[in-house]
């Protein structure tokens, strides 16, 4: 009987762990407001920010989909999450897929064409 605790408590530990790394594996996107890395925006995710916030260890927590206004984990992200599910205006796209682009790969960009800084300006003739 001692051994089946055992073998539970270890099973639990190690689902905490695995619980606190895939969020911050899965950086390429992510669910805004889905603190908690459970795949769906509830009550648990505001609670979750409470809990990060009052520095009350929590099992699971994801600072970048937790942080839906993007000023910084603060008590307003929870209040936000909270306003959303009672169904006021969804002003921060709470509930929706984040993607966030590869930093490694070069992004496209558009050749400006080149100007000398002396050069003035054409002034079309009317």
Same mark, same amino acid.
């Given at each position: 009987?001692?051994?089946?605790?055992?073998?539970?408590?270890?099973?639990?530990?190690?689902?905490?762990?695995?619980?606190?790394?895939?969020?911050?594996?899965?950086?390429?996107?992510?669910?805004?407001?889905?603190?908690?890395?459970?795949?769906?925006?509830? &009550?648990? =995710? $505001? *609670?979750? #920010? @409470? %809990?990060? /916030? +009052?520095?009350?260890?929590?099992?699971?927590?994801?600072?970048?989909?937790?942080?839906?206004?993007?000023?910084?984990?603060? &008590?307003? =992200? $929870? *209040?936000? #999450? @909270? %306003?959303? /599910? +009672?169904?006021?205006?969804?002003?921060?796209?709470?509930?929706?897929?984040?993607?966030?682009?590869?930093?490694?790969?070069?992004?496209?960009?558009?050749?400006?064409?080149? %100007?000398?800084?002396?050069?003035?300006?054409?002034?079309?003739?009317?």
């Amino acid at each position: 009987m001692k051994r089946l605790g055992l073998i539970g408590l270890v099973l639990i530990c190690l689902m905490i762990a695995v619980s606190m790394i895939l969020p911050v594996s899965a950086a390429s996107s992510y669910l805004r407001g889905d603190a908690d890395g459970d795949g769906e925006v509830t &009550i648990t =995710d $505001a *609670t979750a #920010i @409470q %809990r990060t /916030l +009052a520095e009350i260890p929590t099992a699971s927590f994801f600072e970048k989909a937790a942080d839906v206004d993007g000023d910084g984990l603060n &008590i307003m =992200d $929870a *209040t936000n #999450i @909270q %306003r959303y /599910l +009672a169904g006021f205006e969804n002003t921060y796209h709470i509930d929706e897929m984040v993607t966030v682009p590869d930093p490694t790969t070069p992004q496209p960009t558009t050749p400006q064409p080149t %100007r000398d800084p002396y050069e003035l300006p054409v002034v079309p003739k009317s």
